[in-house]
Nanobody, 125 residues
Framework: QVQLVESGGGSVQVGGSLRLSCAASGAGYSAVCMGWFRRVAGKELEGVAAIDNRDTPTYADSLKGRFTISQDNAKNTLYLRINNLQPEDTAMYYC???????????????????WGRGTQVTVSS
């Protein structure tokens, strides 16, 4: 059974950094596409970044610059580095995985078959 478990969230001050992790297990081989999404309280789920199995990243246009997605296939772990955190980054962050299809343009959340439960990031001034 495939499982995705996020970690690394927490409470940070404005300007700080975090690295979120997502450990994947149960599949036996690397996903074709993995992504990070976030949900700000009261808003829709928003795509942040995705990366394919050739390490090609895709970022949401509105979030480019402060977010870096990466993966360690040997550890079956996906990462999201967030620099210069701002209050508007406060959200629950979820990782997602697709073992069938390449990453679609535009970070389409409905392509992903598997989702983690999320890790909360809270940014205070």
């Amino acid at each position: 059974q495939v499982q995705l478990v996020e970690s690394g969230g927490g409470s940070v001050q404005v300007g700080g950094s975090l690295r979120l992790s997502c450990a994947a297990s149960g599949a036996g081989y690397s996903a074709v596409c993995m992504g990070w999404f976030r949900r700000v309280a009261g808003k829709e789920l928003e795509g942040v970044a995705a990366i394919d199995n050739r390490d090609t990243p895709t970022y949401a246009d509105s979030l480019k610059g402060r977010f870096t997605i990466s993966q360690d296939n040997a550890k079956n772990t996906l990462y999201l580095r967030i620099n210069n955190l701002q209050p508007e980054d406060t959200a629950m962050y979820y990782c997602a995985a697709d073992w069938l299809n390449p990453c679609s343009a535009g970070l389409q959340l409905d392509q992903f078959q598997y989702w983690g439960r999320g890790t909360q990031v809270t940014v205070s001034s």
